[in-house]
């Protein structure tokens, strides 16, 4: 069975077996666009099938377009990414001193999400509260995101916050004299040939585009309504095509427009100021993790009935989007599915049978105790517990993971008396939390890591 064969049978079972109205995916190997298709429906009422240049919601995955519009000014010298965010937003308050361009695009400035960044007590000042259904311009942004308590001092943790990304566009808008997403269109889409990318609108005519749903009560419904302005914020506000983002992956791979160092220092883990990476090895709009002993580059997106994945797996010179019309599509695990289909050393974990349920037990009180801030000393080995106990646990802990009534299944095991892996998978959501554990001889922790997929 060929490669194409084998996807089209998967991908429309994950069509056949779940809620998911529809899939476009993009699939770029060697330099090569090797699978560009669609799946299912774009719009379920008015049953018009998914094409490759269906339109969909970025989602998140806009970030990595947000912080390309900073490196293009980076590039022309026009910002820098160590200065400070107040050069450009002068109104923004004290606490935002030594918060830097880098800060936010690291998500180490200490902004955090919207439920924390907008909830002023009193409307006042040209504030009106932050939420879906309500209209806000840059000013109003600002207003909101500046009366936000820091949750840590700049470059000393990570928490993740679309509130840094929205002040990120409104700087590039600032220093530019437009829109990021003009920008993009100017020196990024147009050049390398991602036709429809664009903002997202509410109101303008979208050739192709999807419409978005989400499942409630167990029935498949169209989207919630967000105001238009919160539809193209630098959080994560564009649409495009899985044709798109198959030129933005060939891109990528072999640079026309931007080039090989700004790549890198997009792509590479940003160090925290005690020198270490964040837990899951955060770039410049980019995560970073390893599977199987291979690198792996990624970001998510959910928003506006939409969900998206796109990974790069450099080593491997292969790169995979996933895009759905649903906000419970679990795409990164369809995306890490596709990659195995295509290269079987990307092969994803699996649940495997656990012929130690004791221990998986026991790890599952661990891994409570973590996201409860009460991990426990003695189970680390010295080294482990200083690394971790150096904010990585903290990091963990923001992130909302709820252990109660998701099962922890093994995926992976190996090793002998001295040294021995345990490696699981929990399911949040669209997503799976993976966690590896290395344990010595004596019992104690000596590595562990996390990453989602």
Not at 109 to 137: K, M
Not at 179 to 196: D, K, N, Q, S, V
Not at 414 to 433: K, Q, V
């Amino acid at each position: 069975m060929s490669h194409t064969e084998e996807l089209d049978r998967y991908l429309q079972a994950e069509i056949e077996n779940s809620q998911v109205p529809g899939l476009g995916v993009a699939i770029v190997g060697n330099g090569e666009i090797i699978h560009l298709a669609g799946y299912g429906l774009a719009n379920v009422e008015n049953n018009t099938p998914v094409s490759p240049d269906t339109v969909f919601h970025s989602g998140s995955t806009g970030k990595m377009f947000t912080a390309t519009s900073v490196l293009f000014l980076l590039q022309d010298g026009r910002i820098g990414l160590d200065d400070q965010i107040l050069t450009y937003i002068p109104e923004g308050p004290q606490s935002w001193v030594g918060i830097t361009i880098r800060h936010l695009l690291s998500m180490m400035a200490g902004l955090g999400n919207f439920e924390i960044a907008f909830e002023p007590t009193e409307d006042r000042d040209g504030i009106v509260h932050y939420n879906l259904w309500q209209d806000h311009s840059d000013q109003q942004l600002i207003n909101l995101a500046r009366r936000s308590p820091l949750l840590h001092a700049p470059g000393e943790g990570y928490r993740y916050s679309n509130t840094g990304y929205m002040l990120a566009a409104i700087i590039v808008a600032r220093v530019s004299g437009k829109p990021y997403y003009e920008l993009l269109r100017e020196r990024l889409f147009g050049p390398i040939g991602m036709a429809t990318a664009r903002d997202a609108s509410w109101y303008d005519i979208v050739p192709n585009r999807a419409a978005g749903h989400c499942i409630r009560d167990g029935r498949l419904e169209n989207r919630y309504w967000a105001a238009p302005t919160l539809q193209r914020t630098g959080d994560g506000g564009l649409y495009y095509s899985p044709r798109d983002i198959a030129r933005w992956l060939l891109e990528l791979d072999d640079p026309k427009v931007l080039n090989h160092d700004l790549i890198d220092l997009m792509s590479n883990p940003v160090p925290m100021r005690n020198g270490q990476f964040s837990f899951n090895s955060y770039g410049l709009g980019w995560q970073n993790s390893e599977l199987r002993g291979h690198r792996k580059i990624r970001h998510g997106g959910t928003w506006d009935g939409f969900r998206a994945e796109i990974a790069r797996f450099p080593s491997r010179k292969l790169s995979v989007c996933v895009f759905a019309n649903t906000d419970e599509a679990q795409v990164a695990r369809i995306a890490q599915k596709i990659a195995g289909i295509i290269d079987p050393a990307l092969s994803p974990y699996e649940p495997i049978p656990d012929d130690d349920a004791g221990q998986t037990q026991r790890d599952r009180e661990l891994l409570q105790a973590i996201v409860e801030r009460r991990a426990p000393r003695q189970a680390f080995a010295d080294e482990t517990w200083r690394l971790w106990n150096n904010s990585w646990f903290e990091q963990i802990a923001s992130t909302g993971i709820v252990v109660a009534g998701n099962p922890l299944e093994l995926t992976h095991h190996e090793g002998d008396a001295a040294s021995h892996l345990r490696r699981y998978r929990m399911g949040l959501g669209g997503y799976f939390l993976h966690w590896s554990i290395i344990r010595g001889g004596d019992g104690r922790i000596g590595e562990m890591r996390f990453h989602m997929e």
